[in-house]
């Protein structure tokens, strides 16, 4: 009975072996999840057999659509990490993963040059026991900061390891700028001269946003007290309506925020895409001096509106 135990332990032992060994000699040209010998649409130097998709989200592109858009010239990436929060009566928990999908699509598409990683969704909002911060709110969903930069550095790592030249992180949310900026500086250190990394935190200025939109007449006066501003729910609305409860809203006659009316659809859709628009160009802005200085800039002075 021994032998026999030994004789199949020795059998399991050489099978692990043999599989290991077939993982090692994997062939370098199979790409796509499975074997080049299998399928020439594994294989690393296959032509995409589909036109060229028509989005900067590396979730939404196929492993050919990554290849060559960084082929032809995409080979930088922006990580965007938002939120899981309470934010009043009206806005969604996920308020800002919304505004983040509005704009490092519209930042990615005017750089040219640049894709989007999925949004982390998840990052740190309070302690769980017990709870503290956001985490006080039914719905909240927090990581331990270990957790959050454990995540930001493997995700950037792995982009790195498939070739993306410079590594952004744009942060939606003021508990994520410190994680993010010590992950790019540690990652910038490492791959010092194979790939830059950088945290942008200019890209989370509402001082600057707010100041802007009220030369283009929204101006908000004295705040309801809530966790909610006109800026962020139409940056909001103009990807998805829906998110801040609008119809809802205006049913109930509750469109009123910090003294600003926002039931008028049409000046809802210019304003957020004024938004936007300024945003992207302040984000963009800042994501080239960060290139110019090879690294994250200095920690600017955090403002509020009117400072």
Same mark, same amino acid.
């Given at each position: 009975?021994?032998?026999?135990?030994?004789?199949?332990?020795?059998?399991?032992?050489?099978?692990?072996?043999?599989?290991?060994?077939?993982?090692?000699?994997?062939?370098?040209?199979?790409?796509?999840?499975?074997?080049?010998?299998?399928?020439?649409?594994?294989?690393?130097?296959?032509?995409?057999?589909?036109?060229? $998709?028509?989005?900067?989200?590396?979730?939404?592109?196929?492993?050919?659509?990554?290849?060559?858009?960084?082929?032809?010239?995409?080979?930088?990436?922006?990580?965007p990490t938002g939120g899981h929060e309470p934010n009043g009566p009206w806005l969604a928990l996920g308020k800002h993963n919304y505004v983040l999908t509005a704009n490092c699509d519209a930042i990615a598409r005017k750089m040219g040059n640049a894709l989007c990683?999925?949004?982390?969704?998840?990052?740190?909002?309070?302690?769980?026991?017990?709870?503290?911060?956001?985490?006080?709110?039914?719905?909240?969903?927090?990581?331990?900061?270990?957790?959050?930069?454990?995540?930001?550095?493997?995700?950037?790592?792995?982009?790195? $390891?498939?070739?993306?030249?410079?590594?952004?992180f744009i942060g939606d949310s003021g508990g994520n700028q410190g994680g993010q900026r010590a992950v790019a500086e540690a990652l910038n250190t490492k791959y010092a001269g194979k790939s830059l990394v950088a945290h942008i935190q200019e890209y989370y200025d509402?001082?600057?946003?707010?100041?802007?939109? $009220?030369?283009?007449?929204?101006?908000?006066?004295?705040?309801?007290?809530?966790?909610?501003?006109?800026?962020?729910?139409?940056?909001?609305?103009?990807?998805?309506?829906?998110?801040?409860?609008?119809?809802?809203?205006?049913?109930?006659?509750?469109?009123?925020?910090?003294?600003?009316?926002?039931?008028?659809?049409?000046?809802?859709?210019?304003?957020?895409?004024?938004?936007?628009?300024?945003?992207?160009?302040?984000?963009?802005?800042?994501?080239?001096?960060?290139?110019?200085?090879?690294?994250?800039?200095?920690?600017?002075?955090?403002?509020?509106?009117?400072?």
């Open positions: 009975m021994k032998k026999m135990l030994l004789g199949v332990g020795m059998m399991v032992l050489a099978a692990g072996v043999f599989t290991a060994a077939q993982q090692r000699q994997q062939d370098p040209k199979s790409m796509g999840g499975g074997d080049c010998a299998a399928n020439p649409y594994n294989c690393r130097d296959t032509a995409n057999p589909l036109p060229k $998709a028509d989005t900067v989200w590396l979730e939404e592109m196929t492993w050919m659509d990554v290849r060559d858009a960084m082929a032809a010239g995409k080979t930088t990436v922006i990580i990683a999925p949004v982390i969704k998840h990052v740190p909002e309070g302690n769980i026991d017990p709870p503290s911060g956001h985490m006080a709110s039914p719905g909240t969903i927090t990581l331990r900061e270990d957790t959050f930069r454990a995540l930001l550095t493997d995700t950037a790592e792995s982009l790195i $390891a498939h070739g993306f030249k410079q590594v952004f509402y001082a600057s946003v707010s100041e802007f939109m $009220a030369t283009k007449g929204l101006k908000e006066g004295k705040s309801d007290g809530l966790h909610d501003d006109v800026v962020i729910t139409l940056n909001m609305y103009v990807q998805d309506p829906k998110s801040v409860r609008f119809d809802e809203r205006v049913k109930a006659g509750k469109t009123t925020i910090n003294g600003v009316d926002i039931s008028n659809k049409a000046k809802n859709a210019e304003w957020g895409k004024q938004i936007v628009a300024f945003r992207t160009d302040h984000t963009i802005a800042a994501i080239n001096k960060a290139i110019a200085n090879k690294g994250t800039l200095p920690a600017p002075q955090r403002r509020r509106p009117g400072q």
